[in-house]
C-alpha cells in the first residue's frame, strides 16, 4: 500500500486564512473517513480525484489514507463506469449522461465502502467534490446519489486583457497573462481550475470578449497551451475569445468576410493548428457587431453566417462556438421614443432562428439591457427554439457593488431561472429553454462572467465567493434553491455551526433586495454613471446619450413606455400570457413597473404607495438594513477567523457609508425632479449633518460636484494648497452627550490624502484615503464614510477634520454628521 506523500506540506501551507481556499477549506471533522482509495484506471481527471479525495480526508482527519488498485474493505473506490463493471461483475449502475456520476454505499468483506463513478473522468473527479461536499455538510456516509448535469455547457467567462488588466474585474490582475505574455507561473490557474471543476463547471474562456486578435497568433498559441495543461487534470477545457477581424489583421488576408473562401480556409486551418496544441480546445466566444467589435455587417452578412463560419471549423474536432446575443447599436437616436435598446437581442437574432450550425449557441445575457440590479427576462430566450443557447450570467458584480457591497445574486438569478416565459402557452421556464430541454437542442447550459483575479480570496470580497458556488451549483442543477445554496457553502467556507451559517446565509439572502432597494428602484436599472465606473449613482448619465438606458423622467413622471399600444412595443417581443401581463400598468409586478410604463410619480403601485414615495422608503429602509449588516457579522467575532472577520467587517462597514451616498443621492433627485416632498419628511432633510461648504474654512476652496446628487447639497470642499493642509471646522450646537461622528470624504483614485478628526485638542481618528475605488473625480464612486463612535460632546465644541492633498487627491470633504450614539 502506498500512502500520499506530500501532502502533510501542502495541507499546512494552505492554513492561513487569506480565502484562498475558498469553500475547499478541509478542517478537522468528527467522523470515520475511509482508510484507503481504490483507483480503478488512469484518466488525469481520477488521479486529481483521488488526490482531493487525499487532501480532503488528511485535512479531516489528520491521517493519510492508502492507496491500493484493488476493491478492499473500508475503502473509496474511483473509477469509470466501465472499470467498475469489470472490477464488479454483475453491478447494476444508473444510467447517467457525460459528466454525470454516483455515489453509493456499497458492502466489501462486512464492511462499508463508498463508491464513486461516472461515464467519464471528469463525471468522477465531480463525483469526489460531491463527496467531500456531503462530508463537509454533516453526513460521513453519502446517501445514495446518482446526480447529472442540467446541461453541457458550464462554463466561466474571464474578460481578461493580454496585459493582465481585466475588464470589469474587481480583484487584482490576471492569473493568466501579464505584460502581453501567458505568466510563467501557473500554479493559480490550476488552482483555479480545481475551484471550479469542484463546482461541476467544465469550461473557461480565458481571454476579454473584447478579444486582441493577437491571441490566436501562432506564436502565442503554444503559450496558450500551457494554460489549457494546468486545467486539464480538473476537466476544464480552455476556450479563447476571438476577434472577427483576425483573418486581417494577424493572418495577412485582405478581407474577413465570413463567405470568402479564403476566410473559411483562415478559420479552418487556425482550429486544425489550435486542436495540435490543445486536443481537448472547447472552441470560441465571439463577440461581434456589439459595442464597437466588428462583424458581419461589416459585410452585410448575417449573426448566423458569422456563427456558422467558425463552427464549421471547429466542427470536426468536436468543438462549439457561442455566439454573443449582446448585439445593440449604442449610437441609437434618444430623441426617437420608438427607439429601444431593449428590442435589440432579440430583434437582430429571433430572425435568424434555425440558421444556426448545430455546434454552436447564442450567449443571452438575462435581461434585455445589460446586468443591471434588476431586469426582466429577456424575450430572446423564449423565442430561439431552433437555436441553440446559453443563459449568461455576471457573477463579477459590474452593477451590483463590484465586490464592494454584499449581493448575492443567485436570489436573483434563481428569479430568472424559474422565470416561466410561457412559450406556446405551456410551461417554459428559463431553466428549461436555457439548458436546451424545451425544443430538445443538442447544446445548452449556463456561462457565468467570473473575472476572478489575483486577490489572494479570488473575487475580493470573501462573501462573492458565494456567487461563484452558487454560479456553478446552479449550473449544474438549477432547481436548487438559493437560501441552500448559500447554507452549504457557509458551512464549508467558514464552519457549520448553526451561529455561523445563520448568520453568514442570512446576511447573503437580504443583501440583493438590500442592495436593489438603495439603488434603482421599480426596474429603472441600477441608476450608476454608466459613463464611467458603473457603480456610484449617476441617474442622468442614462438619458440623453445613444447608449440606450434611457429612464425618460421630467418632471411628470418617469420610465420607458415598452408598450405595444403606445410605446417601443418590445412588449410584444414576448410571448403572449406574459406580454399581456407586461402591457397592463395594472397587471405589470411593482418591481418592474417603470420598466414597461411611463408612470406619474404620483401613480399607486400594487403595494398601495405611491412610486415616489415607494422610492424614499425603499431607499430609507435598505441604507438603514446596510447600517445592520457590520453590526449582524460582529456577531462571528470568535467564531471565525479573524483574518477573513475583519476583511469581511471593513467591507461591511464601507458598504453601510455607502449605502447612504445612494440613498440621498436617488432621494435627493427625485425630490427636487418630481418637486414632492417625502410624507415621512426625511429626503431633502439631513437632521445632525452640517456641510463642509458651511464650516469654516481654512484653505479649503468650495466645489461643486458632478453630478450634483452625489454630494450633500451639490458641493464639497478641496483643499489646492499640497503640500500644505487644509481645516474645516464647527462649533458643536446640540446637547451634551455621547454621539457618533460621520465624516464624510472623497477618496479619489490619484493619490492618497490623509485626514484628521478632532474634537478640541483631542484627536479622535487619523486615516489614510488610500482605497482604489474607480475614480479621480468628486462624485458618488469616491464619497466614502469614516465613522467614530460614542464620543462624548459639550455644547460649542469645535469639530474638526484636517485634510492634507496627496499628489491629485485634494482630501476633499463632503460634510459631517452627529447623531446621537446607540453604541
Ligand atoms: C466586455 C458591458 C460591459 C462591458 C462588456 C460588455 C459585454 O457593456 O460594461 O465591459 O464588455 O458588457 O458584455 O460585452
Not at 470578449?209 to 486545467?231: D, G, K, Q, T, Y
Not at 428602484?521 to 457603480?535: A, N, Q, S, V
Request: proline letters at 5%; charged letters at 20%; aromatic letters at 10%.
Amino acid at each position: 500500500m502506498k500512502f500520499a506523500a506530500g501532502l502533510i506540506v501542502l495541507v499546512s501551507i494552505a492554513r492561513a486564512e487569506t480565502g484562498q481556499e475558498a469553500w475547499l477549506r478541509y478542517r478537522p471533522l468528527r467522523g470515520h473517513f475511509p482508510s484507503v482509495v481504490v483507483k480503478l484506471g488512469n484518466a488525469p481527471e481520477i488521479d486529481a480525484a483521488q488526490r482531493e479525495i487525499w487532501r480532503a480526508i488528511f485535512g479531516f482527519s489528520g491521517k493519510l489514507p492508502g492507496e491500493i488498485d484493488t476493491l478492499a474493505s473500508d475503502s473509496l473506490v474511483l473509477g469509470t463506469t466501465g472499470e467498475v463493471k469489470r472490477a464488479l461483475p454483475g453491478i447494476v449502475l444508473p444510467e447517467l449522461r457525460a459528466d454525470g456520476f454516483l455515489l453509493r454505499q456499497i458492502d466489501r468483506e462486512g464492511r462499508p465502502s463508498v463508491l464513486i463513478t461516472s461515464p467519464n473522468g471528469r463525471g468522477v473527479l465531480y463525483g469526489a467534490f460531491a463527496w467531500i461536499r456531503n462530508v463537509m455538510d454533516g453526513g460521513v456516509v453519502p446517501p445514495v446519489e446518482a446526480s447529472n448535469p442540467a446541461a453541457p455547457i458550464r462554463w466561466v467567462n474571464q474578460w481578461d486583457n493580454l496585459d493582465g488588466a481585466i475588464e470589469r474585474g474587481y480583484a487584482g490582475r490576471s492569473i493568466f497573462f501579464e505584460n502581453n505574455n501567458v505568466v510563467a507561473d501557473l500554479t493559480r490557474a490550476g488552482e483555479y481550475a480545481r475551484l471550479l471543476a469542484s463546482v461541476g463547471i467544465n469550461g473557461c474562456t480565458v481571454n476579454n470578449v473584447n478579444a486582441n486578435p493577437r491571441v490566436l497568433a501562432s506564436e502565442f498559441l503554444p503559450r496558450v497551451a500551457r494554460i489549457a495543461e494546468a486545467f486539464r487534470p480538473w476537466g476544464v477545457r480552455l476556450s479563447l475569445s476571438a476577434d472577427f477581424a483576425s483573418p486581417k489583421t494577424i493572418g495577412g488576408l485582405d478581407t474577413f468576410d465570413p463567405l470568402d473562401t479564403r476566410v473559411i480556409d483562415w478559420w479552418q486551418a487556425k482550429a486544425d493548428e489550435i486542436y495540435k496544441l490543445i486536443p481537448d480546445f472547447a472552441g470560441f466566444v465571439l463577440k461581434a457587431d456589439s459595442e464597437g467589435r466588428v462583424g458581419p455587417s461589416t459585410y452585410g452578412r448575417t449573426h448566423a453566417q458569422a456563427a456558422n463560419l467558425l463552427a464549421h471549423a471547429l466542427k470536426p474536432h468536436g468543438g462549439i462556438l457561442i455566439y454573443r446575443g449582446f448585439v445593440y447599436d449604442h449610437h441609437a437616436d434618444w430623441r426617437n421614443l420608438k427607439n429601444d435598446r431593449a428590442r435589440a437581442a432579440y430583434d437582430n437574432f429571433q430572425p435568424l432562428d434555425g440558421q444556426f450550425a448545430e455546434n454552436s449557441a447564442i450567449q443571452v445575457k438575462p435581461g434585455p439591457i445589460d446586468f443591471q440590479a434588476r431586469e426582466p427576462v429577456s424575450p430572446l430566450i423564449g423565442a430561439l427554439k431552433n437555436t441553440n443557447q446559453t443563459l449568461e450570467l455576471q457573477i463579477t458584480q459590474e452593477y451590483t457593488g463590484q465586490q464592494r457591497h454584499l449581493c448575492y445574486l443567485a436570489l436573483m438569478w434563481k428569479q430568472v431561472l424559474d422565470f416561466d416565459l410561457r412559450v406556446d402557452n405551456g410551461r417554459t421556464p428559463v431553466k428549461d429553454l436555457a439548458a436546451g430541454r424545451t425544443f430538445r437542442r443538442p447544446l445548452g447550459g449556463m456561462v457565468g462572467v467570473a473575472n476572478a483575479g489575483s486577490d489572494a480570496n479570488w473575487l475580493g470580497h470573501d462573501l462573492a465567493m458565494a456567487n461563484l458556488y452558487a454560479f456553478g451549483r446552479l449550473s449544474w442543477d438549477p432547481d436548487l434553491s438559493a437560501e441552500a445554496i448559500a447554507e452549504e457553502w457557509t458551512s464549508q467556507t467558514f464552519g457549520s455551526d448553526k451561529r455561523i451559517v445563520s448568520t453568514v446565509s442570512g446576511l447573503l439572502m437580504d443583501s440583493w433586495p438590500t442592495y436593489e432597494g438603495y439603488t434603482g428602484p421599480l426596474g429603472l436599472g441600477t441608476l450608476t454613471d454608466i459613463l464611467h465606473g458603473h457603480y456610484g449613482p449617476g441617474i442622468e448619465s442614462a438619458e440623453r446619450n445613444g447608449w440606450g438606458q434611457w429612464i425618460r423622467a421630467d418632471h411628470e413622471g418617469i420610465g420607458m413606455d415598452r408598450t405595444v399600444a403606445t410605446g417601443t412595443g418590445y412588449i410584444g417581443q414576448y410571448p403572449a400570457e406574459v406580454a399581456r401581463r407586461y402591457e397592463s400598468v395594472k397587471e405589470s409586478p411593482d418591481e418592474l413597473v417603470l420598466f414597461m410604463h411611463h408612470l406619474p410619480y404620483t401613480h399607486l403601485l400594487h403595494s398601495g404607495k405611491t412610486i415616489i414615495q415607494h422610492v424614499y422608503d425603499s431607499h430609507y429602509a435598505a441604507a438603514e438594513e446596510a447600517q445592520r449588516f457590520p453590526i449582524r457579522w460582529r456577531a462571528l467575532d470568535g467564531l471565525i477567523d479573524p483574518e477573513r472577520f475583519a476583511a469581511v467587517m471593513k467591507r461591511l462597514e464601507y458598504q453601510a457609508g455607502h449605502a447612504i451616498v445612494w440613498r440621498d443621492a436617488i432621494c435627493s433627485w427625485f425630490l427636487r425632479e418630481s418637486g414632492i416632498p417625502d410624507a415621512q419628511g426625511r429626503a431633502g432633510h439631513f437632521p445632525g449633518r452640517t456641510e463642509a461648504e458651511a464650516m469654516d474654512l481654512d484653505g479649503y476652496a468650495i466645489k461643486d460636484v458632478t453630478p450634483w446628487e452625489d454630494a450633500s447639497g451639490g458641493k464639497a470642499v478641496a483643499c489646492e494648497r499640497a503640500p500644505k493642509s487644509c481645516a474645516a471646522s464647527f462649533a458643536f450646537q446640540g446637547a451634551a452627550g455621547r454621539y457618533d461622528i460621520a465624516v464624510q470624504y472623497f477618496d479619489v483614485n490619484a493619490g492618497d490624502a490623509r485626514f484628521k478628526l478632532s474634537v478640541g485638542q483631542q484627536v479622535l481618528q487619523a486615516w489614510t484615503a488610500n482605497d482604489h475605488l474607480p475614480t479621480t473625480a468628486l462624485n458618488g464612486d469616491s464619497s466614502t464614510r469614516q465613522t467614530v463612535l460614542g464620543v462624548k460632546l459639550q455644547p460649542n465644541d469645535v469639530i474638526r477634520i484636517e485634510g492634507s492633498p496627496d499628489g491629485g487627491d485634494s482630501a476633499a470633504i463632503d460634510y459631517v454628521e452627529v447623531k446621537e450614539s446607540h453604541d
